[in-house]
T-cell receptor, first 112, second 113 residues
């Protein structure tokens, strides 16, 4: 079983739609959680961290459920520019080194 | 600031050839990383360097070596390239104190024939 699992998609949605991505992780000792965004043929970039209480950044809302080992990302009012692959990322190691485990990503295509 | 830079951007090798991928960061970060990204596999850690002078194996180190030349530079070497090493290679760096964001370079697309 992969340490971090995501639905690969693609999710094809019209502009203005609300879309949600889910992710599960296997290591209950995982300490920190993130969503990264990767545009086609580009490098990954941090979209947002995910906190236990849930957090929001504009149109983006991230939720964490430690009991179910489940992370979600909600995008409201989708824009064409949101089209990208969204990577669920977990830090299971902590300590002095930031070692991240990446999911395979969920592809979002926002249609005009 | 250029952030994280990688050279070359593209490379084609024949089986058995060697090459070194270069990475440099100008953010004064302590930690640096090498990943490979393959379709359906996600990003996998090859080697990392928690600080200048130290290197450690990641998830998929076989067939690779690394050198942390100084605080800025972290190179990845393929001694005898194999077709299974065809991939996109990303270098990243992070501030060890924050533990959060890793900053990635633009990647090197490597094909081994």
């Amino acid at each position: 079983r992969k340490e971090v699992e995501q639905d690969p998609g693609p999710f094809n949605v019209p502009e203005g739609a609300t879309v949600a991505f889910n992710c599960t992780y296997s290591n209950s000792a995982s300490q920190s959680f993130f969503w990264y965004r990767q545009d086609c043929r580009k490098e990954p970039k941090l979209l947002m961290s995910v906190y236990s209480s849930g957090n929001e950044d504009g149109r983006f809302t991230a939720q964490l459920n430690r009991a179910s080992q489940y992370i979600s990302l909600l995008i409201r009012d989708s824009k064409l520019s949101d089209s990208a692959t969204y990577l669920c990322v977990v830090n299971t190691h902590g300590g002095a080194t930031n070692k991240l485990i990446f999911g395979t990503g969920t592809l979002l295509a926002v249609q005009p | 600031n250029a952030g994280v830079t990688q050279t070359p951007k593209f490379q084609v090798l024949k089986t058995g050839q060697s090459m070194t991928l270069q990475c440099a960061q100008d953010m004064n970060h302590n930690s640096m990383y090498w990943y490979r990204q393959d379709p359906g596999m996600g990003l996998r850690l090859i080697y990392y360097s928690a600080s200048e002078g130290t290197t450690d194996k990641g998830e998929v180190p076989n067939g690779y070596n690394v050198s942390r030349l100084n605080k800025r530079e972290f190179s990845l070497r393929l001694e005898s390239a194999a077709p299974s090493q065809t991939s996109v290679y990303f270098c990243a760096s992070s501030d060890a104190v924050s533990y959060n964001e890793q900053f990635f370079g633009p990647g090197t697309r490597l094909t081994v024939l």
